[in-house]
């Protein structure tokens, strides 16, 4: 009986962890320029993200995989209010419009800690023994709701008010502001340390790919609409280890 408790608990032990995160998220879209600090700092919201992992580092003989790699499930919310910016950023029909964006998003991947998962049970004084660098890759999808407005006379509605990179008869560029479900690819890169037996904190720098240009209900007309819309986000969390 007491090898079968010993053996339960080794298998089990540090196998399941939640974390709670928030931090500051920038939407790389058709608000503004490509690249550009202006664009990139103005169209800048928040995000907060809840994260489940599971590893079976803790088990016995266990396998480079299991000693390196997280399981990860992440729930996120990601909000951002939009200008445009730029050297067109005058002209009235510009300046006069506004966006959002707003996004559920499910994640699901893995992360991987090239000097190991930390399995101890005690909490160590050596900062190496607490600290792990990690990467992750994820697939995401994304329930974003986009909205745009302008100030002039009839909004949007009025084809005088749009300006003419945005204006489309097809459906496959222009304005399209109807809520949509985008599939994306996550990047993540960050490192924990530990604080204590049970919790770790964490710096998280993350991106995120999208398979469509409409995430921001905006895609120009013309050749200059290379890449789909895109995002990069930093944060900061703590996890606690369960079991």
Sequence with gaps: MCLFVRQAEAQTFYEHEVSLSAGLFQLRSDYGISNDSETNFGNQGVAFSLNYYYNTAARRSASYFQQHFKYRLNLSYSTVNLEHF??????PRLA??????????????????????????????????NFSPYGGMAFGVNFVTPDATS???????????????????????????????????????????????????????????????????????????????????????????FF
């Design 86 to 91: 730029g050297p067109d950023a005058d002209d």
């Design 96 to 129: 006069s419009m506004e966006g959002s964006y707003d996004n559920f998003s499910i994640g699901n991947g893995f992360e991987y800690y090239p000097l190991g998962i930390k399995i101890r049970r005690i909490y160590s004084s050596n900062f190496l023994d």
């Design 151 to 241: 100030s002039l006379p009839g909004g949007l509605g009025n084809p005088d008010n749009v300006f003419p990179t945005f204006l489309s008869e097809s459906s496959s560029n222009g304005i399209d502001l109807e809520n949509l479900v985008s599939l994306s690819l996550n990047f993540q890169l960050g490192a924990r340390y530990k604080i204590n037996d049970k919790s770790d904190i964490f710096l998280e720098s993350s991106w995120m790919f999208f398979d469509s240009d409409f995430v921001d209900g905006l895609s120009p007309v013309g050749p200059q609409n290379k890449n789909d819309d895109w995002s990069w986000g930093i944060n900061v969390g703590y996890t606690y280890i």
